[in-house]
Every structure is written in C-alpha cells, then in structure tokens.
Nanobody, 117 residues
Framework: QVQLVESGGGLMQPGGSLRLSCAAS????????MGWYRQAPGKQRELVAR???????IYADSVKGRFTISRDNAKNTVFLQMNSLKPEDTAGYYC???????????WGQGSQVTVSS
C-alpha cells in the first residue's frame, strides 16, 4: 500500500520560513514525480512545485524565488522549503506522487500552513 506521510507546517508570521516534509513508500518514490499542491478555503487546489526523479523542478509563478522543492532519494522524502512567507500562502498543503507507468496519483493527508501576524 502506498503511503505519503507529511510533517511540518503550522503558524508563521509574514516573512518567516517553514519546511514541509513528505515521506513516501520506497516502492514508488524512485520512479514518481513528487509534488506539492495547496488549497485555500473556497479555492481550487493548485500546483505549488514539482520535482522529477532526476531532479527537474517546476514552480508556480507565485512562489518562484521563495519556495524550493527537493528530494532525498535515500530517505524517500520530498521537502518544500518555504521562505519569505506571505499571508496569501495560507492554505492546506498536500504532497502528491504521480507514477507515470501506472498513471496513478497518491496524496498525503495535508498540512495546514497559516501565515499571519
């Protein structure tokens, strides 16, 4: 069974930093495209950042230069370092694993990030 277990998140003041972590099952991590999505109340879920198994990354325009996605293949873990946080970054953040060979999507349980003074 594939599992994505998230940690991190919480409450931070504007301008601060947080880091999210997502540990994945070893069976899929090495071949999956890993990503972070977020969903604010009343809004659709949106892609924040994505990283392929070879390390290629893409970012939403709204987080470029502030957020960094990375992966530790030895630990089957993907990270989202969030710097210079803004109130508009407030949302539930969800880890995602996409396995192309089976066209399967897997989701973490979600982590709340609240940016407020």
């Amino acid at each position: 069974q594939v599992q994505l277990v998230e940690s991190g998140g919480g409450l931070m003041q504007p301008g601060g930093s947080l880091r999210l972590s997502c540990a994945a099952s070893r069976t899929i991590f090495s071949i999956a495209i890993m990503g972070w999505y977020r969903q604010a109340p009343g809004k659709q879920r949106e892609l924040v950042a994505r990283i392929t198994s070879s390390g290629t990354t893409i970012y939403a325009d709204s987080v470029k230069g502030r957020f960094t996605i990375s992966r530790d293949n030895a630990k089957n873990t993907v990270f989202l370092q969030m710097n210079s946080l803004k109130p508009e970054d407030t949302a539930g953040y969800y880890c995602n694993a996409y396995v192309g060979v089976s066209r399967s999507d897997y989701w973490g349980q979600g982590s709340q990030v609240t940016v407020s003074s």
